[in-house]
């Protein structure tokens, strides 16, 4: 029981805890638009990131005008 409760207050524990619930927190606004903001933040939008990478562009475009102009429901 000791080796638990001192992994439990182990400042990373704490770190990640509090990273869980920032996500957690964001993952329940559902208000509209804001599905593709979150999206977006998940997404490398740097066109030079890798030349050996597949060429994304068409869905970085996509991603991005999405982002600006969400669909409508």
């Not at 182990?10 to 619930?21: I, K, S």
Request: glycine share 2%.
């Amino acid at each position: 029981m000791h080796l638990l409760s001192t992994h439990i207050n182990h400042p990373c524990y704490r770190l990640d805890q509090a990273a869980e619930e920032a996500i957690l927190s964001e993952a329940d606004d559902s208000s509209p638009g804001t599905e593709w903001e979150r999206v977006a933040r998940l997404c490398d939008f740097n066109p030079k990131s890798s030349k050996q990478a597949k060429d994304v562009s068409r869905m970085r475009s996509v991603l991005i005008s999405l982002k600006q102009a969400p669909l409508v429901r």
